[in-house]
């Protein structure tokens, strides 16, 4: 049989890039008790007020269809959290997706396509890929380099756009790295997009799972507004993924312009979640809080226990939910360094190679564990660290 060639163009983007994870989980399966710190999974459930809300909601008959912008409350408390960010926002700006990963799909087919090219940094967050290769434009890598903590500079951003190149795809804070742009970084960047006309599509899903550093986006900056549209959602900020609940924010004339898109996708969302999402945008919790507190903890942990080791070495994350360890040393990339982990010391961790070229030499692991969990984990991975280099100098 025939097939569209977006099927060509997405195969293998999909689950494949997840192969370890999917070995993981199958020896957990069969009983092979592996500490698994493959996926970033919120490790505390959303607020129960968030559940008894969506709960009331659709008792109270919110289960009919939902206007296609989104309903009315929910674009209100987006409206509100935007406006904090800059004064003009209005429901004009805003639309809402079930969740980032639907918005950043929608978003980027009403703004590239084929013969277009989309830049965005490597290493860069497992789907985007399939996300730029389905709207038909190719992607093009800006290097995030290891020396700058994986900061996205805006000269690379300059050097790597040629004519056909449309939308920056930016990722702040960012996964896998943990990297928070600085103010200056955020404004050079957009400076380079406005001079080269390009737009600025911004995953913001981490904006609230910061470790002490400011946040800062080109959505917040009137010389960027025109070409900015910001994506996020509840997953992260609320522990609530699978409500699958987010938005885009970008100029009125961009969401006219998607809106038929989203409506001919999506024919509008969930009244009850929509409820639900209001009330988690507009009132205050300390779910983020919480997740920023065990998550940096955690980072502190698996960097003590690193503290011997003198060949993984951790690379303190800004914000997220991840940490990233540089396993060069030990003579392995990161793929064949995470097999034999997985193999001989049963931890799972995603290898930063799946994420991009520029961190082959670095294991990504969860910070969604508990802490003993952890140390436990990152001190088998130290351990096969040691046996792999105390190997190669026997070798020698
Ligand atoms: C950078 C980034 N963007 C988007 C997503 C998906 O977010 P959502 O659950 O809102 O679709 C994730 C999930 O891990 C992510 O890490």
């Not at 991975?381 to 070798?395: C, F, K, N, P, Y």
Request: contains cysteine.
């Amino acid at each position: 049989m025939r097939y569209a060639s977006i099927t060509d163009r997405l195969a293998g983007l999909g689950s494949g890039k997840w192969a370890l994870h999917l070995q993981a989980r199958a020896m957990i399966a069969a009983g092979v008790p592996v500490i698994e710190l493959t996926i970033g999974e919120p490790d505390m459930p959303p607020d129960r007020a968030l559940l008894d809300e969506a709960a009331r909601a659709m008792y109270a008959g919110r289960t009919k269809y939902s206007d296609g912008r989104g309903e009315p409350a929910v674009v209100a408390a987006l409206v509100e959290k935007y406006r904090k960010r800059r004064a003009d926002v209005t429901e004009e700006n805003i639309l809402c997706f079930p969740g980032t990963q639907t918005a950043l799909f929608a978003v980027l087919l009403g703004l590239a396509e084929a013969g277009d090219e989309v830049l965005v940094g490597d290493p860069l967050y497992a789907t985007y890929e399939g996300v730029i290769a389905s709207s038909g434009a190719a992607i093009r890598t800006v290097p995030l380099r290891a020396e700058n903590r994986f900061h996205m500079k805006a000269e690379d951003v300059e050097a790597a756009i040629t004519p056909k190149s449309r939308v920056l795809l930016l990722n702040n804070p960012h996964n896998p790295s943990g990297a928070v742009l600085t103010r200056d970084e955020v404004f050079a960047i957009g400076e380079v997009c406005r001079r080269h006309d390009l737009w600025i599509m911004s995953d913001e899903v981490y904006e609230e799972l910061t470790f002490g550093a400011a946040f800062f986006s080109p959505f917040d900056f009137p010389e960027f507004a025109e070409r900015t549209v910001a994506v996020s959602s509840i997953s992260k900020s609320h522990a609530a993924p699978g409500f699958r609940s987010g938005w885009a924010a970008g100029p009125a004339e961009f969401c006219e312009r998607l809106l038929p898109i989203s409506e001919t996708m999506l024919f509008g969302g969930q009244p009850f979640i929509a409820d639900m999402t209001a009330m988690a945008v507009s009132q205050p919790f300390d779910t983020a809080r919480r997740m920023r507190e065990s998550y940096s903890r955690r980072a502190n942990i698996a960097a003590e226990t690193l503290a011997g080791s003198n060949t993984i070495r951790p690379l303190m994350p800004e914000g997220g939910m991840f940490i990233l360890l540089d396993v060069g040393a030990t003579g392995l990339e990161s793929e064949d360094f995470a097999r034999k982990l997985l193999g001989e010391k049963h931890v799972a961790v995603m290898p930063g190679a799946s994420f991009g070229e520029e961190a082959r030499n670095f294991i990504r692991l969860s910070l969604t564990v508990p802490d003993d969990t952890l140390r436990e984990a990152v001190s088998r991975i130290a351990d096969l660290g040691q046996e792999l280099t105390g190997a190669a100098a026997r070798q020698a």
